[in-house]
């Protein structure tokens, strides 16, 4: 089983950039690899996912698109969510999963990470 450990939260001011990484453990990454975050009171809302093969394909959620990348290592063992202009709407935890096929669900992802909180203020 792979154990996932995110890192890279804090406490920004709007507009800044931030980068989030998971790192995997135990295995590496499944096919897929994917970004979720859950603010205070809502449910828990995709960002973004990748499929782990070379030159695997990048998907995003709406609010996300253009401004955060996601990415990994050559070693599939860490993946990245590189964060710019950053709004106090992407405040939230966030967390990073792994499936053998992407989606957009996190009922498809069976291994989470615990999560970083990702504060932005205005």
């Known amino acids: 089983q792979v154990h996932l450990l995110e890192s890279g939260g804090g406490l920004v001011q709007a507009g800044d950039s931030l980068r989030l990484s998971c790192s995997a453990s135990g295995r590496t990454f499944n096919r897929a690899a994917a970004w979720f975050r859950q603010a205070p009171g809502k449910e828990r809302e995709f960002v973004a996912a990748?499929?782990?093969?070379?030159?695997?394909?990048?998907v995003y959620g709406e609010s996300v698109r253009g401004r955060f990348t996601i990415s990994r290592d050559n070693a599939k063992t860490t993946v990245y969510l590189q964060m710019t202009n950053l709004k106090p709407e992407d405040t939230a935890v966030y967390y990073c999963?792994?499936?053998?096929?992407?989606?957009?669900?996190?009922?498809?992802?069976?291994?989470w990470g615990q999560g970083t909180q990702v504060t932005v203020s205005s």
């Open positions: 999963a792994t499936a053998s096929s992407w989606s957009q669900s996190p009922s498809a992802y069976n291994d």
């Open positions: 990748l499929l782990t093969d070379a030159g695997g394909p990048t």
